[in-house]
């Protein structure tokens, strides 16, 4: 954008002259198709308009000098059924006819990752919960509930009063069997640390929906079926064309476990038994920031890949024959259990402006 601002001047007046307003406002009024692209309304449907309607509006958003504009749902009477798909074909003869680029809202409402409140339980997001059992050795510990689908893993530390010693965390999972923990506790203070996940629910700061888990492969592909691919499904030949991509919309982490972060921490060599004592408990000393820093990095890292790698700026990787993009509009992920905020979540790469709001009157 300084490139094309920088364009227009030299184009008005040329280095060291002062261009006048006459001409700044005709080259302003006349900008290259490429610079008309930068901009667009979000441009709502709600499933009532008529073709007329619906053209006519288009029309106004090509003579406002915008070059695109993105099809959303605020919220449409029938988003993903027929009546969608119908308004959708409108726009897109209409975007054609007056070489405008179209984006695709991936949500009824907002944020995205919500799906219209339709996401499956086992699809939504996850939160770690732990529990520590105090284990004065030397004696053996045994204690059932060690396994099962929501068992992460089971760590045991020696207790120094100001946190857990890192350097004494044991891996329990050799003294598993059946989802029973035998494990003779060395001498000393120890605390027997079990992880485990539960689903979060529906919950949220703008809507209290189930929010499709960004941090687990499984779940964004469910996404990437339900929403994205009816749309490339029956517009195929337009994507990567006159359809540039998707728009989504203040995606939120609504949890802090996912089985991808697992995999962060592995490649990049961090121990995982500090990283999660930290992250739900303390270790001693100066370990304990560092650590708990390790995890919130890997589990924010881990929903980035739904925006990298799996949904969102790759989603049409997996449903494509054509180049396509993405656009975000972004606040800072939030987790219900940290009140740290990061922007490399879902949508840390903003691919470009969003424009602004455009409703078409009923």
Known sequence: MKTSAALLVLAAGGIGQEPDLATLEMLFRDLPMEA??????????????????????????????????????RPHKDWLGEGWYRDLK?????????????????????????????VPPEYGSKTMKAEAVPAEGPRRFSAEGYGGRFFIGAVAGRDTGDGIDGASLVDLAAHLRDGRLEWDVPAGRWQVMRFTWEFTGPRGFQQRMTAVDGASRECVDWFLKFVYQPHYDRFREDFGRTIRG?????????????????????????????????????LAGEEQVAARYQYADAFSRSTATWG???????????????????????????????????????????????????????
């Open 246 to 282: 998707y728009f989504y919309d203040e995606p939120e982490t609504l949890g802090d476990w996912g089985p991808e972060a697992m995999k962060v921490l592995a490649e990049r060599k961090v121990d995982w038994k500090k990283a999660l004592v930290a992250w739900k408990f303390r």
């Open 36 to 73: 008309r692209r930068l901009t667009g309304p979000l441009f709502w449907l709600h499933g009532d308009e008529s073709r007329e309607r619906l053209e006519m509006y288009l029309e106004k958003v090509a003579e406002g000098g915008n070059g695109c504009f993105t099809a959303e749902s």
């Open 308 to 362: 990298a790698s799996t949904s969102y700026a790759g989603s049409t990787s997996r449903a494509r024959r054509r180049p396509a993009s993405s656009r975000c509009r972004s606040w800072a992920a939030r987790s219900p259990t940290s009140t740290a905020r990061r922007t490399t979540s879902p949508c840390a790469r903003y691919s470009g402006p969003t424009g602004r709001t455009l409703r078409t009157p009923r």
């Open 90 to 118: 409108i726009c897109l003869e209409a975007a054609k006819r007056l070489d405008l680029e179209m984006w695709i809202f991936d949500e009824k409402w907002w944020p995205s990752q919500m799906v219209a409140g339709r």
